[in-house]
């Protein structure tokens, strides 16, 4: 049985950074590509970043370009975004996906394509 669970969250100051972690199980990591995706209050749950399984190749949201990194570490087991220079509109919880494609190379930003979530995390922004 495949799990993911998120750390990380919290409250920061505008500007400031936070470094999200995703520890995935039940299956062997490396063999899937991983995403984010967040949901603001009273909004729809929309695509961050996603990477493929060996880090190849990446893509970003518009909005979170330039701010938020992601990348993995599959001896660990684990998925990572690093988000810096946060501001207001960031505020939302995080959540972390598993693919459902086996050894595929590239990266997937669509909600559907994701098999398994996290339980999320939420990310606070004070101004």
């Known amino acids: 049985q495949v799990q993911l669970v998120e750390s990380g969250g919290g409250l920061v100051q505008a500007g400031g950074s936070l470094r999200l972690s995703c520890a995935a199980s039940?299956?062997?990591?490396?063999?899937?590509?991983m995403g984010w995706f967040r949901q603001a209050p009273g909004k729809e749950r929309d695509f961050v970043a996603a990477i493929s399984i060996n880090g190849g190749r990446i893509h970003y949201a518009d909005s979170v370009k330039g701010r938020f990194t992601i990348s993995r570490d599959n001896d660990k087991n684990t998925a990572y975004l690093q988000m810096n220079r946060l501001g207001p509109e960031d505020k939302a919880v995080y959540f972390c996906a598993e693919h459902r494609t086996y050894y595929s190379a590239t990266y997937y930003n669509g909600e559907s394509e994701y098999d398994y979530w996290g339980q999320g995390t939420q990310v606070t922004v004070s101004s």
């Open positions: 039940g299956r062997t990591f490396s063999s899937y590509a």
